[in-house]
């Protein structure tokens, strides 16, 4: 798993270029995902149909992660009260290292642990973060390989878009 996370930092590096446009996904169906958050609470991507979801790939151990982290919870909170969540998981640590991250960082958003590496294999997620955008249905529609601003007005308006009508 660390050869894993060190190429993924690698190609981060490599790809950072291109780090703030969102893409139309063409990779085909949603993966599965189910995974544990901090408190051991298993989530499944299913049981957020009838929400737009952010589903985010991270690590503690990555700048451009960090610096959105920050975005990601200015807007969730202008997303409050709209069916929308973001499952952010953290790709191969130990959940003492994520809880520790987590409490600094004083994240709210739902955090999941991957410390096994079936997400990242099963999203087939290459650079941290990697962020995938999914409508109500459950179908992603946007991706976006490495950091942004996540509160700003054309992510915003691209996340809005996916929100049930």
């Not at 503690?60 to 069916?83: D, F, H, S, V």
């Not at 529609?141 to 942004?148: M, N, P």
Request: proline share 6%; with cysteine.
């Amino acid at each position: 798993m660390k050869k894993l996370l060190l190429g993924l930092c690698c190609l981060f590096f490599l790809s950072s270029a291109h780090a703030s446009e969102l893409k139309p996904w063409k990779g085909g169906a949603t993966p599965p995902l189910a995974l544990k958050d901090l408190n051991g609470k298993t989530h499944k991507l299913e049981d957020y149909r009838g929400k737009a979801v952010m589903v985010q790939f991270w690590a503690t151990w990555c700048p451009p992660c960090l610096k959105e982290m920050p975005a990601m919870q200015r807007l969730e909170k202008k997303m409050a009260g709209k069916p929308f969540a973001i499952l952010a998981v953290n790709m191969g640590e130990t959940d003492k290292d994520v809880r520790e991250f987590v409490n600094k960082m004083k994240v709210g958003f739902t955090v999941l642990t991957d410390e096994e590496g079936k997400g990242v294999g099963d999203w087939k997620v290459f650079v941290a973060p990697s962020t995938f955008l999914l409508d109500a249905q459950g179908n992603i529609r946007y991706t976006l390989q490495g950091g942004a601003e996540w509160d700003e007005p054309a992510y915003f308006k691209a996340i809005s878009e996916l929100l049930p009508k």
